[in-house]
T-cell receptor, first 118, second 114 residues
Framework: GAVVSQHPSWVICKSGTSVKIECRSL??????MFWYRQFPKQSLMLMAT?????????EQGVEKDKFLINHASLTLSTLTVTSAHPEDSSFYIC??????????????FGEGSRLTVL | AQKVTQAQTEISVVEKEDVTLDCVYE???????LFWYKQPPSGELVFLIR??????QNEISGRYSWNFQKSTSSFNFTITASQVVDSAVYFC???????????FGTGTKLQVIP
C-alpha cells in the first residue's frame, strides 16, 4: 500500500530553537497533506491543511507564524515549529491523499514525529 | 460542523472476551467517510477500515467486524475473542465531502488482560 514517511520520528530540542518535520509520500503524489497534533492521552487535532504550491489553511486557534508549513512539491510537506517552547511538545502526525485516488476516500498517515522541547 | 463521539474512554476485558467499541458521528454532508484506526503504544496510526456513507453493509475481517447504522449515525467496532495484542487506543474518524478534513473522536483505550 501507499506509504507516507515522516522524519524525524523523534526530536529533542532546546527552548527557543526551531524544528522542522518532513512528511513525504513515497509512492504517490499528494496535492493535499494534513498536519495533526496529539497531546498525551488525547485525540488528534487537525492543525492545518497543506496545499502544494499555495499557502496552507490553518485551523482556528493555530498560530500561522509559529507553525510554518511549506508544501513545495507533490511529495513533500514540511512543518516548522518556530521558537519552540515546552508547551509545543507533542506528537505531530501528517496524512496525505493520493492524487490519483481522490474519490476513493483513501487517506494515508505517517508514523508521527514526537517533539520534546526542553 | 462534524463531530465524532466515542463515549467509552477506557475498556478492560479479559482475553478471549468479545468487546464492542462505540462510535457516533454528526455530519450535514450526504457524502462522507468513516474510519477506524488503532494506535498502539508506539504511536503510529494503524488503518483498520474505511467506509463510505453509501455503503451500509457490515464488514468482517478476521476477528474484527464493523456495524454501520446510518439511521443512528453509528459505526461500531467489535473485536471477537480479544487478544493481548489488541490492547491499544482506537480512534473513530469522520471525513466529510471530499474529506478535506478528517475529524477524530477522542479515542477508546482498550486493555486486554491475559
Amino acid at each position: 500500500g501507499a506509504v507516507v514517511s515522516q522524519h524525524p520520528s523523534w526530536v529533542i530540542c532546546k527552548s527557543g530553537t526551531s524544528v522542522k518535520i518532513e512528511c513525504r509520500s513515497l509512492d504517490f503524489q499528494a496535492t493535499t497533506m494534513f498536519w495533526y497534533r496529539q497531546f498525551p492521552k488525547q485525540s488528534l487535532m487537525l492543525m492545518a491543511t497543506s496545499n502544494e504550491g499555495s499557502k496552507a489553511t490553518y485551523e482556528q486557534g493555530v498560530e500561522k507564524d509559529k507553525f510554518l508549513i511549506n508544501h513545495a512539491s507533490l511529495t513533500l510537506s514540511t512543518l516548522t515549529v518556530t521558537s519552540a517552547h515546552p508547551e509545543d511538545s507533542s506528537f505531530y502526525i501528517c496524512s496525505a491523499r493520493d492524487l490519483g485516488q481522490v474519490g476513493t476516500g483513501e487517506l494515508f498517515f505517517g508514523e508521527g514525529s514526537r517533539l520534546t522541547v526542553l | 460542523a462534524q463531530k465524532v463521539t466515542q463515549a467509552q474512554t477506557e475498556i478492560s476485558v479479559v482475553e478471549k472476551e468479545d468487546v464492542t467499541l462505540d462510535c457516533v458521528y454528526e455530519t450535514r454532508d450526504t457524502t462522507y467517510y468513516l474510519f477506524w484506526y488503532k494506535q498502539p503504544p508506539s504511536g503510529e496510526l494503524v488503518f483498520l477500515i474505511r467506509r463510505n456513507s453509501f455503503d451500509e453493509q457490515n464488514e468482517i475481517s478476521g476477528r474484527y467486524s464493523w456495524n454501520f447504522q446510518k439511521s443512528t449515525s453509528s459505526f461500531n467496532f467489535t473485536i471477537t475473542a480479544s487478544q493481548v495484542v489488541d490492547s491499544a487506543v482506537y480512534f473513530c474518524a469522520l471525513g466529510e465531502g471530499g474529506y478535506q478534513k478528517v475529524t477524530f473522536g477522542t479515542g477508546t483505550k482498550l486493555q486486554v488482560i491475559p
